[in-house]
T-cell receptor, first 114, second 114 residues
Framework: AQSVTQPDIHITVSEGASLELRCNYS??????LFWYVQSPGQGLQLLLK??????LVQGIKGFEAEFKRSQSSFNLRKPSVHWSDAAEYFC????????????FGAGTRLFVKA | DAGVIQSPRHEVTEMGQEVTLRCKPI?????LFWYRQTMMRGLELLIY????????DSGMPEDRFSAKMPNASFSTLKIQPSEPRDSAVYFC????????????FGDGTRLSIL
């Protein structure tokens, strides 16, 4: 069965420090992978996506993610976190099941301390 | 470009009342999704449509919930009768007919059932 696991429910980092959010997926076919961000009171917004090619993908707001097929991982990184990055982050995989849908992880809430 | 539009943004009503949530997807998108988000359960997929046809409603919690998509530009999610445990943020999202394309989310409807 398809699934997405985000092992960290919440993470706290200092402003200016680096960030890595973990994501592991389970899917038998070629994965279509996404990272979304949700700010308070808003819907989810796409940060970046991967479906082929270079395994290191760049997204908006200075984020990047690396696809590692051998580890079934798609971790999100940012070299220097800003206070405005405090939000909830969702990893997701697109799957075809008759139609198609996106399976979301449980999310990781990021807190940024001054 | 107009994004996914949901109305109302907030709804407060008493238990037993009928609640109707509305969604206008992005023009040209073939898929429409309804999600529910709570602290306890996270983001849950309730139902999704392809070209106005319901594809998978296995996430609809009970018969009290129903969803329709009478045309490509409008969908409703109805709860009748409503109960306090239905209190949540309900999101609508739409996407093109491509598994490698992200979903575009509305800002959600925050529903409180007293």
């Amino acid at each position: 069965a398809q699934s997405v696991t985000q092992p960290d429910i919440h993470i706290t980092v200092s402003e200016g420090a680096s960030l890595e959010l973990r994501c592991n997926y389970s899917y038998g076919a070629t994965p279509y992978l996404f990272w979304y961000v949700q700010s308070p009171g808003q819907g989810l917004q796409l940060l970046l996506k991967y479906f082929s090619g270079d395994t290191l993908v760049q997204g908006i707001k200075g984020f990047e993610a690396e696809f590692k097929r051998s580890q079934s991982s798609f971790n999100l990184r940012k070299p220097s976190v800003h206070w405005s990055d405090a939000a909830e982050y969702f990893c997701a995989v697109g799957v075809r099941t008759g139609g198609f849908k996106t399976i979301f992880g449980a999310g990781t809430r990021l807190f940024v301390k001054a | 470009d107009a994004g996914v539009i949901q109305s109302p943004r907030h709804e407060v009503t008493e238990m037993g009342q009928e609640v109707t949530l509305r969604c206008k997807p992005i023009s040209g998108h073939d898929y429409l999704f309804w999600y529910r988000q709570t602290m306890m359960r996270g983001l849950e997929l309730l139902i999704y449509f392809n070209n106005n046809v319901p594809i998978d409603d296995s996430g609809m919690p009970e018969d009290r919930f129903s969803a329709k998509m009478p045309n490509a530009s409008f969908s409703t999610l109805k709860i009748q009768p409503s109960e306090p445990r239905d209190s949540a943020v309900y999101f609508c999202a739409s996407s093109p007919d491509r598994v490698d394309q992200p979903q575009h989310f509305g800002d959600g409807t925050r529903l409180s059932i007293l």
